[in-house]
């Protein structure tokens, strides 16, 4: 999402921009992933790493999470491609980096990323700044949410064909959302063509977070209030699944921070972890 009027994204897609640069420039490696190429597109000021937000040691944890599911969609749009299937869509992309890091994978789909105007104005300019462009194979679709537009109305506009296999990632977007809203895209997705793969994060409800990590997000609470994208939705791994079952997708699997944890930071000796609190829903049509 954006501000309109500056053309701005909003502070929580900078923030995991942010995040992500972090671990290259703060964590030892081997890094899960490499990006500071959101850095550059969000250039914020001289003293960003001086943020409370950005304290590497009461953040660190947020950090692993970012990171973590960052590499796990990317290893899954990687296989996908593997596979044949030659079309991405990014929901709620904000400064995503994927296209503008990895053209060897990305130039060979078309990558559909969707976002509020604004946003979608303000990332287009910049990239021109930077240098990058906007290849062909890179659509950035414009979806004005707040006033009921409907993202997939859009896509074949944008060149997607619904009759082709698609992979569909949609990360840090279900707690904003409403049950019902994110039910319908559910259901939407769903009925795209058969051996199309959807990546969803969505957040746990607080009983099932871990106590050393349950302060941090009752503390975050209010400042995405404030920040005026308040937590609405927390669902339990049974009832996300659920949800995509009764959607109509033909297999839904469960893949917990855990898992993620054991994937990518078993090996390390510095104690980088991801927090808990953020697990994914991985669906098949």
């Given amino acids: 999402m954006a501000d309109e009027q500056n053309e701005v994204p909003d502070s929580t897609a900078v923030r995991v921009a942010l995040w992500r640069a972090m671990h290259v420039q703060v964590d030892p490696p081997p890094h899960v992933i490499e990006d500071e190429i959101g850095l550059q597109l969000a250039a914020p000021d001289g003293g960003w790493r001086r943020r409370p937000d950005m304290d590497p040691r009461s953040t660190s944890g947020f950090r692993a999470a970012i990171v973590a599911r960052a590499r796990f969609i990317e290893d899954l749009v990687a296989e996908q491609a593997g596979h044949g299937v030659a079309q991405y869509v990014v929901l709620g992309a904000g400064l995503d980096t994927f296209a503008q890091r990895r053209p060897e994978i990305a130039s060979r ?45 859009r896509l074949p506009d944008a060149g997607f064909d619904p009759g082709r296999q698609a992979v569909v990632v949609c990360t840090g977007v279900t707690m904003y959302l409403t049950k019902g809203a994110t039910a319908a895209t559910l259901r939407w997705l769903a009925g795209l063509a058969p ?34 994208t308040p937590f609405i939705s927390f669902y339990t791994p049974q009832e996300m699944l659920a949800l995509a079952r009764e959607a109509g997708f033909k297999d839904a699997q ?25 697990d994914l829903l991985v669906a098949t049509t």
């Fill in 109 to 153: 789909l078309r990558v559909f990323e969707i976002d509020q105007p604004g946003t979608q104005a303000w990332k287009r300019q910049r990239l021109i700044d930077l240098g990058y462009g906007i290849p062909d194979w890179l659509r950035l679709v414009p979806v004005d949410f707040e006033a009921g537009e409907d993202w997939w109305e």
């Fill in 195 to 228: 051996g199309s793969t959807l990546a969803m994060t969505f957040m746990l409800s607080a009983e099932l977070i871990d106590d050393a990590d349950r302060p941090a997000l009752e503390a975050a609470k209010p400042q995405a209030q404030s920040a005026g």
């Fill in 254 to 278: 469960h893949v917990s921070g855990t898992v993620l944890a054991e994937s990518y930071f078993a090996d390390r000796t510095d104690g980088l972890r991801p927090s808990s609190g953020e």
